[in-house]
């Protein structure tokens, strides 16, 4: 340990030397890398750190509903029992936020159409590129399931967040006729179900990323 520490420390001294390149998912070593092979391997790393983002920044989503909804989704994720909190004080405040997550998850599947676009279009070209190499063909065509995949999970999952978004609002927004807190109660009801279910999904999705061979 010492002699790795003076060595470390000498490096310092005379000029550490260069990082080396970074490596890609799937790749050992970037010797002699056949062009082909190493354009799939960057394609998906991108995906990874696309879907892995994708799925950090939706988990923040529901946090924000689950906050606005008075829950955790961190507690009692198998039995969402919880008494519904009041939510009738500061109901401006609330509907101003809740309007902010609706924009934002549209924005998200406008993100998740554009992905689509990209990864469409990408693998059209390395089909035909490759149809001759049935190795690096069934490579692209499984990174291409695996997005079609990872989208269609997003996306029901964004479309029912936007869901139970809308319907938080359109509760209180009617909070105070007659059968409004009725119906306030009924929709945070539905909304901590969908927290605690999507949360479960989210960490399927992601373990589902992370452990996809490249």
């Known amino acids: ?22 490596l890609l998912r799937g790749v050992r070593s970037h010797k002699r890398i056949d062009p082909a092979f190493e354009a799939y391997f960057k394609a998906s790393n991108e995906d990874f750190d696309f879907w892995s983002e994708e799925w950090t920044q939706t988990k923040k989503q ?18 969402p029992t919880a008494a519904p909190a009041d939510l009738t004080t500061n109901v401006t405040q609330r509907l101003a936020m809740l ?6 998850s549209k924005s998200r599947q406008a993100g998740l159409a554009a992905q689509e676009d990209k990864s469409r279009k990408r693998y059209a070209v390395q089909a035909a590129a490759t149809k001759k190499r049935a190795s690096l063909l069934h490579k692209w065509q499984d990174a291409r399931q695996r997005q079609q995949a990872q989208l269609d999970a997003a996306t029901k999952l964004q479309t029912r967040y936007l869901e139970n978004s809308e319907r938080l609002i359109t509760a209180l927004k ?41």
Do not use: M
Request: overall charge negative.
């Open 99 to 104: 309007e902010s997550f609706s924009a934002a």
């Open 62 to 79: 529901l946090i924000q509903l689950a906050v606005s909804d008075g829950l955790s989704p961190h507690k009692n994720k198998d039995a």
């Open 174 to 214: 009617q909070v105070h006729s007659p059968k409004g807190k009725k119906e306030l109660l009924e929709a945070q009801q539905f909304v901590q179900q969908f927290v605690h279910e999507a949360w479960a999904q989210v960490e399927k999705e992601k373990d589902d990323l992370e452990n996809a061979t490249p």
């Open 1 to 22: 340990q010492r002699l790795v520490a003076a060595f470390a420390g000498a490096s310092l001294c005379h000029g550490a030397l260069p990082p080396p390149p970074p």
